[in-house]
């Protein structure tokens, strides 16, 4: 995510503690968050697909993945259930957020539920030019990944995430452009059924997809 604030480079020897809840506080105080997303899925024996779009955040859970590339494809959380649509295959797959391992899903709350301490253990960090590189391992063995490394600027913005799935996929995230707090209508995050599409339910993924 962008720097938007102009903060000196993190000092070596960073309290990781500080800034984790630095980090926290930061996106648990929004209330909405809109940003660019750069995505790439890497799974063994696949060939790599990175993908791009618009991300919109908003209170209590409520996400839209909204890709540019490719055109069309939408993921959206009301808070409640998921939806991915994929022009491609005229499907929609509808499931319950509770049900779901899709790896975007944690990333809606973001928003109002961020704790590191009580999510993860066995923090690793190390510096990255003016950032911060942070590995981190889930407590639960229940979530749907095994590792997560994010990086974090001066500013405390998450620019970069990388989740490690249980089957050993890899996700990866680059976010940009990053604006708090803007005015984002809750029908952002109301899916519409496109005419002539079949709803599947009760599926993760698509065959591995991200």
């Known amino acids: 995510m962008s720097l938007c604030l102009a903060l000196p ?3 070596a020897g960073t309290d990781v503690s500080s800034l984790l809840k630095a980090v926290q506080d930061r996106y648990n105080r929004a209330q909405t968050v809109q940003v660019l997303f750069q995505q790439t899925y890497n799974m063994r024996g696949r060939v790599s697909r990175t993908e ?3 991300l919109f955040l908003r209170k209590p859970g409520r996400m839209r993945w909204q890709y540019d ?3 069309g494809k939408l993921f959206v959380s009301d808070g409640k259930e998921v939806f991915l649509y994929t022009p491609a295959s005229a499907q929609v797959q509808k499931m319950k957020v509770r049900e779901s391992d899709d790896m975007r899903t944690p990333l809606a709350f973001l928003l109002g539920k961020l704790d590191f301490w009580r999510d993860f253990d066995r923090f690793v ?3 990255e030019g003016a950032d911060l590189r942070l590995t981190a391992r889930p407590k639960s063995d229940q979530a749907p990944y095994s590792e ?3 990086v974090v600027t001066p500013s405390r913005q998450i620019r970069y995430l990388r989740i490690t799935g249980q ?3 890899i996700m990866e995230f680059r ?3 990053e604006k708090l707090n803007p005015a984002l209508p809750a029908s952002l995050f109301r899916f519409v059924l496109p005419p002539g599409v079949d709803v599947l339910e009760g ?8």
């Open 9 to 11: 480079a993190l000092p």
């Open 52 to 54: 791009t779009g618009e």
């Open 69 to 71: 590339s490719p055109k």
């Open 125 to 127: 960090s190390r510096p």
């Open 148 to 150: 997560v490394e994010f």
């Open 167 to 169: 089957d050993q996929s």
């Open 175 to 177: 976010f940009t452009a």
């Open 203 to 210: 599926i993760s993924d698509e065959e591995g997809d991200p």
